[in-house]
């Protein structure tokens, strides 16, 4: 059973930083690909950056040049770094790990900003 654990979020001014976590437990991990996602009030949840087991990493359009996504092997966890926030950053955010075609969700970590 894949289990995601999300930790980092909190409020933040904008133009702030800060950076997600998502632990992994229950995969190999290292040849999974992850993905941070994120839902506001109201709104779809939304792509937002993605990582192969490679290393090889794309964006949305709307973070890119100001989200970076990275992984640790070792700690099985996948990070998502976040500079110059923005207010319409405040949303829940969730990492995703697929597993043979099966996809798994953490339970989120909320963002918000304020102007």
């Known amino acids: 059973q894949v289990q995601l654990v999300e930790s980092g979020g909190g409020l933040v001014q904008a133009g702030g930083s800060l950076r997600l976590s998502c632990a992994s437990s229950g995969s190999i991990f290292s040849i999974d690909a992850m993905d941070w996602y994120r839902q506001a009030p109201g709104k779809q949840r939304e792509f937002i950056a993605r990582i192969t087991g490679e290393g090889i990493t794309n964006y949305a359009d709307s973070v890119k040049g100001r989200f970076t996504i990275s992984r640790d092997n070792a700690k099985k966890t996948v990070y998502l770094q976040m500079n110059s926030l923005k207010p319409e950053d405040k949303a829940v955010y969730h990492c995703?790990?697929?597993?043979?075609?099966?996809?798994?969700w953490g339970q989120g970590t909320q963002v918000t900003v304020s102007s």
């Open positions: 995703r790990d697929t597993v043979a075609g099966a996809n798994y």
